[in-house]
């Protein structure tokens, strides 16, 4: 599987963008599908996750800021990220994760970079 991150770039405090990550193969083989950020020194953090049933979790940081949406037809996932703020500034990574049993399989995208500066 391929994971295919895209739509970061440079916007301004308060403005908005949105990410997609297209799967190559079927996201609805995965429990869960993930938004991870990194900014250089720190660890990648889990920014955002849906599941399979469609549950979605924030990272305390960005809930009611950013949301995260499937469409398991055209197997792309994203995450619309709005107000945003000069701490968002990161390379945001998606990540799809298949669970078998105590086994999981992750799937990383390349990443893509949000800049959020004035």
């Known amino acids: 599987v391929q994971l295919q991150a895209s739509g970061g770039g440079l916007v301004q405090p308060g403005g908005s963008l949105r990410l997609s990550c297209a799967s190559s193969g079927r996201i609805s083989r995965f429990n869960d599908m993930n938004w991870y950020r990194q900014t250089p020194g720190k660890q990648r953090e889990l920014a955002a996750v849906i599941r399979n049933d469609g549950s979605t979790d924030y990272a305390d940081s960005v809930k009611g800021r950013f949301t995260v949406s499937r469409d398991n037809a055209k197997n792309t996932v994203y995450l619309q990220m709005n107000s945003l703020k000069s701490e968002d500034t990161a390379v945001y990574y998606c990540?799809?994760?298949?669970?078998?049993?105590?086994?999981?399989?992750?799937?990383w995208g390349q990443g893509t970079l949000v800049t959020v500066s004035s």
């Open positions: 990540n799809a994760r298949e669970i078998r049993g105590s086994v999981w399989y992750d799937y």
